[in-house]
């Protein structure tokens, strides 16, 4: 069974980074890309980037490019989102979601992870 | 960008209905467009990829159409469960996901 988990609730204080973990089971890791997309709170969602764990390849949407860094462990079968300089328009809940094999879509889900930025 | 535009915004319904959510891109998006469900504290769940295909496990009640500019998510009979919030999502050039469309029972 294809599992996300993803880490705890995070605080961070304002300019601080926070980095958020999603340990992937049930699958070959290297074999699927792995997103990210942001829903802030009462918001709709937002698409932040992909990592392709096999090579660590990245890409970003245009506004995530200076907030958000992708990261692989392909012997821990775990991907990572950090998020830097934080202010208070990063207080959202943060998904990974897995690629499937029809295309840009997105099969599998973590639980998501709230990060609230607060001093 | 791509914009992806759904209506209504919000949606009462019956059990039972037939109901109808849209989802206007600004640009041609060749039917790249996928439907999500999200229910209140969950993840969202795929029910429609590349227009109308429908996921593993996904009742056959949802079904999806469209090309073009104009795509549409339809549920041939409401249940309760199905109350949620529909996203719509294109990955034709970029990726972005419609301000979503919160489906209530009237």
């Known amino acids: 069974e294809v599992q996300l988990q993803q880490s705890g609730p995070e605080v961070g204080r304002p300019g601080s980074s926070v980095k958020i973990s999603c340990k992937a089971s049930g699958y070959t890791f290297t074999d699927y890309v792995m997103n990210w997309v942001k829903q802030s709170p009462g918001q709709g969602l937002e698409w932040i980037g992909w990592i392709d764990p096999e090579y660590g390849s990245t890409d970003y949407a245009e506004k995530f490019k200076k907030k958000a860094t992708l990261t692989a462990d392909t012997s821990s079968n775990t991907a990572y989102i950090q998020l830097s300089s934080l202010t208070s328009e990063d207080t959202a809940t943060y998904f990974c979601?897995?690629?499937?094999?029809?295309?840009?879509?997105?099969?599998?889900w973590g639980q998501g992870v709230m990060v609230t930025v607060s001093s | 960008d791509i914009q992806m535009t759904q209506s209504p915004p919000v949606l009462s319904a019956s059990v039972g209905d037939r109901v109808t959510l849209s989802c206007k891109a600004s640009q041609n998006i060749n039917k790249n467009l996928d439907w999500y469900q999200q229910k209140h504290g969950e993840a969202p769940k795929l029910l429609i990829y590349?227009?109308?295909n429908l996921q593993t496990g996904i009742p056959s009640r949802f079904s999806g159409s469209g090309s073009g500019t104009d795509y549409t998510l339809t549920i041939s009979s409401l249940q309760p469960e199905d109350v949620a919030t529909y996203y719509c999502?294109?990955?034709?050039?970029?990726?972005?996901f419609g301000a979503g469309t919160k489906l209530e029972l009237k």
């Open positions: 979601a897995r690629v499937g094999t029809m295309g840009p879509t997105f099969d599998y």
């Open positions: 999502y294109q990955y034709n050039s970029g990726y972005t």
């Open positions: 590349y227009t109308n």
